[in-house]
């Protein structure tokens, strides 16, 4: 309370205007710009003149132009840095997710700590606090979600899906340590129309009664009526397509990635068979896929093993090609859209800026498949 005969200071509404936009491009507090322009007989004094001049702005005039309108802007400014602070937060965190995955983080760390530091410097005290805590959190976050990942431990990942318009079935197999890729392999095995064929047997007299013609288009192709891989059995239909009994056709069975790895087996295996009639197995012998190579059971139908696009022909070959694309998911992991891959003048894929050095048609289609080996992974058994 006033003391009688007291006399107060009176201040101009410029100089009351050029406090308050120090305040706000300096973040000061109440008592700082109160000592700094010594307002008031004491600095208690000074933070209630302050206060009064944000409570009621429309107290003070300065030649016509209300002192309100500035602080309705400054308020506005206030909300735009926290909706602009909270957004680079959330950048912050999923560039974090990014390097989970495996992509270089470098220069995306720097820029967005460069941006950090503008913004808190712009920012009034009160929402540099806020930003602080909000920064703080979601590194915590990152730090929670990258420990899963981040602590050393051998991991195994496998993919599988349908390449190369769906003409065959690709496995990548991930081995990782920590949040490393330590090596990549990617291979292609035929479908269940490659093997039972007959243009595809040298050997074994399948009789007629055990085979049917499909027509395809303008041509005529014979399949044998039954197959089995393991214990599964399929029929050939009048449609062309094979089914197991209760009618689940093969193209869609192979899809579920369950399915894919134990046909993939089987064919690792040696396991699978044309059927006679009855039930019996019959004994063939396949014809190599180009001369010289291997007639195996067990590797004549993957591509890796079987002579399929060798080198020195047209392009680099099917086995250079795989060991790019293995190179560059080794050094770049498996975050970026593969769908945004692209050719060069130099008929590779470029992808994230990066020549893959893979000029392979289905890239895009691999690379889909490595992420889901990448993601499927778990811990290798001790």
């Known amino acids: 309370m006033a003391k009688k005969g007291q006399r107060f200071k009176k201040y101009s509404g410029e100089f009351k205007l050029c406090v308050i936009l120090e305040m706000r491009e300096h973040g000061l507090g109440y008592g700082e710009a109160a000592r700094k322009y010594n307002l008031g007989s004491h600095v208690c004094q000074g933070k209630s003149l302050l206060r009064a001049c944000f409570r009621a702005p429309e107290f003070f005039r300065v030649e016509g132009l209300a002192i309100k309108r500035l602080v309705c802007f400054i308020r506005f400014r206030v909300c735009f840095d926290a909706a602009l602070q909270t957004a680079a937060v959330f950048w912050f965190y999923e560039k974090t997710l990014e390097l989970k995955a ?39 976050a990152a730090c929670l979600t990258l420990s899963a990942c981040g602590d050393g431990v051998k991991r195994v990942g496998y993919g599988f899906g349908l390449v190369y318009n769906g003409g065959s079935l690709c496995r990548v197999k991930i081995e990782t340590t920590g949040d490393s890729i330590d090596s ?7 479908l269940i129309t490659d093997w039972t064929r007959k243009s595809e047997i040298s050997g074994g007299d399948v009789a007629d009664e055990d085979w049917q013609a499909v027509s395809a288009g303008d041509t005529v192709v014979t399949y044998a009526k039954r197959a089995q891989f393991g214990d599964k059995i399929f029929s050939l239909g009048a449609d062309g397509k094979y089914a197991l009994a209760d009618g689940t056709q093969y193209d869609d069975w192979i899809k579920e990635a369950e399915n894919s790895a134990y046909y993939w087996e089987r064919l690792e295996n040696g396991d699978f068979h044309i059927l006679k009639s009855d039930g019996d197995k019959y004994s ?23 002579g399929y696009w060798p080198a020195g022909g047209h392009g680099k070959g099917y086995n250079a090609n ?24 130099s008929g590779n ?14 890239f895009k289609e691999y690379y889909a498949v490595a992420q889901k080996a990448f993601d499927s992974r778990g811990e290798l058994p001790g």
């Open 184 to 190: 990549v392999e990617i291979d292609e095995a035929g």
């Open 349 to 362: 894929f470029v992808l994230g800026g990066v020549d893959t050095g893979a000029s392979v048609t289905s």
């Open 322 to 345: 795989m060991a790019a694309i293995a190179d560059f998911i080794k050094a770049k992991g498996v975050g970026l859209n593969g769908s945004d891959a692209s050719k060069n003048d």
């Open 284 to 306: 063939v012998t396949y014809s190599p896929y180009a001369e010289g190579q291997t007639t195996d059971k067990s590797k004549r139908f993957f591509k890796s093993k079987n």
């Open 102 to 140: 495996g992509i270089n983080f470098g220069f995306q760390g720097i820029f967005c700590l460069c941006g950090w530091n503008i913004i808190r410097k712009r920012s009034s005290f009160f929402m540099k606090k806020v930003f602080r805590s909000l920064i703080f959190a979601a590194l915590a």
